[in-house]
């Protein structure tokens, strides 16, 4: 056995600066978790993780999923925690574009828009000589519209 050398395959890679430390597949971002998530928990093949992950190659899936398995109980434990974070930030609504419940505020009806602009001062308005808040909802919409179109023609 003295005439046996051990090949290492450098493919994945630990930094403290990138993902918390997380073992990640070398010259990428791509945690060694993530594809052990997508084959071992969501059922993905090889085949489907390279079309999810196009950036990868094979030998790179392949390194991911012998360190995952070598070592399994870590990486496991890791995928729980964070499960176990994401669940906890998002019962509190962290990270949500509107907190758990619904909207802050719920749509208004055609009638309370109506009642509202009655309520303002032709000088909150934009164009007072516009009495009609259906017409002056309009007028706003235009404005705008006009205001964004060097936008959308790539003008800008």
Partial sequence: MSDV???????????PKIRDGRPIIAETTMRVQDIAIGFAYKGYSVDELIMHYPHLNYAQIHAALAYYYAHKDEI???I???DTFYQQAKAQGLGQRHPPGGRVTTPKTGAEIAAMLDEM???EMVDPEITDPVEWIKAQRRKEADRLKPFWDGEV
């Fill in 5 to 15: 050398t051990i090949l290492s395959i450098d493919m994945i890679v630990s930094n």
């Fill in 121 to 123: 001062e032709p000088s």
């Fill in 76 to 78: 496991d434990r890791q």
């Fill in 80 to 82: 729980e925690e964070d």
